[in-house]
């Protein structure tokens, strides 16, 4: 392959990445391949996530049989469907809207039989948007638990945990009302390692982890929770769905896209455009400015030294970094990321990056992430705006964006987490 120093535009080629990554996550291009044959009795087609407005178009697109069903997805999410009524609610914290929906989904797979088939939908966001309090507990204090977590540095992995234990759906608990109906779970992975609990907190898939764990999670960020949600979890009636449960006999689990292909798209657009390309991880996890400084020194050491790659060349990686929140800007993981990145290169000559969310949706505003280029810092300090003190204000949104650097995609209908592109070049 013939190797470029340089491409004429990184930005427009990092972008190109992106939208490759996005697009090789649209349900409309991976899900058909993974359908079952229709059932004797009805279809049920259930889901939560940001994805699954675009997952229930696509399914209509390509079934054969009568349908009905009801799926949730976040405000803007919405896709037209013509036998599957597509519910929008909040997220990342949950509101009324979510519950009301959750609760008609519940009702949807009761009382089926054995000739019956359940679809369920699932994808990243569904553990906000399926939103059913345990028992004793409201909305209220879902909503106050989730916004904890969402600020602890909490893994996505443990903030799950602790969701299942404090819903009366999450944890298996939507796949048990399913029974006896055939149950199949059709997954778009958005967490480190694609574990199905961990998608949505696995509404529909069983539980290996125990109300112990959550409480140890709870205490380690000391996550400030009311007495009935403690209670809850100390007396055990928190317990989710575990494995071998006769309620989950007829389910099955089917992975139709996950990080590693987005990301494997993304690495096809730079070795078209000649650049070798090495895919990092697609689970990366940690606090997004400790993943930024570690990159950095592998960014530093192919740049300066050819190890353990040799320049020009192309690091991409995938996962959900963590946040803890000490400042009042305006953020997300992947601007954290970003700017921390920057941060830690310093004055370091041919470096370019791009950070996103690939639902386009970074921290809670309609930005997916921002590029980074070598004169970024320059171009800050020339507006009278310290990098450094961006990044401790959690405020790397609006540094990007007075620079003019923010990515903005509008809503993706997917989600297969975060995505990393540093474009070294020679």
């Excluded at 609610?89 to 009301?100: F, N």
């Excluded at 299942?164 to 967490?191: M, N, W």
């Excluded at 990366?284 to 050819?306: S, W």
Aim: glycine share 10%; proline share 5%; hydrophobic share 45%.
């Amino acid at each position: 392959m013939t190797h470029t120093t340089t491409p004429p535009d990184p930005r427009a080629l990092l972008r190109q990445m992106f939208d490759a990554a996005v697009a090789a996550a649209q349900p409309a291009l991976c899900l058909a391949a993974h359908l079952t044959p229709a059932p004797k009795g009805r279809t049920i087609v259930i889901g939560a996530g940001k994805a699954s407005a675009a997952m229930a178009r696509a399914l209509e697109d390509n079934w054969q049989g009568p349908l009905e069903g009801l799926v949730v997805t976040r405000y803007g999410y919405d896709v037209p469907c013509q036998r599957i009524e597509i519910v929008q609610a909040a997220h990342p914290v949950p509101d009324a809207a979510g519950l009301a929906a959750s609760q008609r989904i519940a009702q949807l797979v009761t009382g089926l039989t054995a000739d019956d088939l359940v679809i369920a939908l699932i994808s990243g966001g569904g553990s906000s948007l399926l939103v059913a309090p345990g028992e004793g507990l409201t909305l209220a204090d879902k909503q106050a638990v989730n916004a904890a977590l969402l600020a602890s540095g909490a893994t996505i992995s443990e903030m799950n945990c602790v969701r299942r234990h404090l819903s009366s759906l999450k944890g298996g608990r939507l796949g048990a009302l399913c029974h006896p109906a055939q149950l199949v779970t059709l997954l778009i992975s958005d967490v480190p390692g694609d574990s199905p609990m961990d998608i949505a907190s696995g509404p529909t898939v069983a539980d290996s982890t125990s109300c112990a764990d959550a409480l140890a999670i709870v205490q380690r960020y000391q996550i400030a929770m009311p007495d009935v949600m403690r209670q809850l979890l100390e007396s055990g009636a928190g317990e989710t769905v575990k494995p071998g449960d006769a309620r989950l006999q007829h389910s099955s689990v089917r992975m139709i896209t996950a990080p590693q292909m987005a990301l494997e798209a993304a690495a096809g657009v730079a070795q078209t455009a000649g650049f070798a390309t090495y895919i990092l991880g697609d689970s990366l996890e940690g606090e997004a400015r400790d993943v930024a400084k570690t990159l950095a020194g592998i960014t530093r050491q192919v740049a300066l030294r050819g190890q353990p790659f040799q320049a020009p060349c192309v690091l991409l990686s995938g996962g959900e970094t963590t946040v803890t929140i000490r400042g009042k800007g305006r953020g997300g993981r992947n601007v954290e990321f970003l700017l921390a990145l920057g941060v830690a290169l310093g004055d370091l000559d041919g470096v370019y990056a791009l950070a996103g969310d690939t639902d386009g949706v970074d921290g809670v505003e309609e930005i997916a992430g921002a590029v980074l280029t070598p004169d970024t810092l320059a171009r800050a300090w020339a507006q009278g705006m310290n990098p450094r003190s961006f990044l401790d204000n959690n405020d790397a949104h609006s540094f990007f964006q007075a620079l003019g650097d923010s990515v903005i995609t509008g809503p993706t209908l997917t989600n297969v987490n975060d995505f990393r592109a540093i474009l070294i070049a020679a």
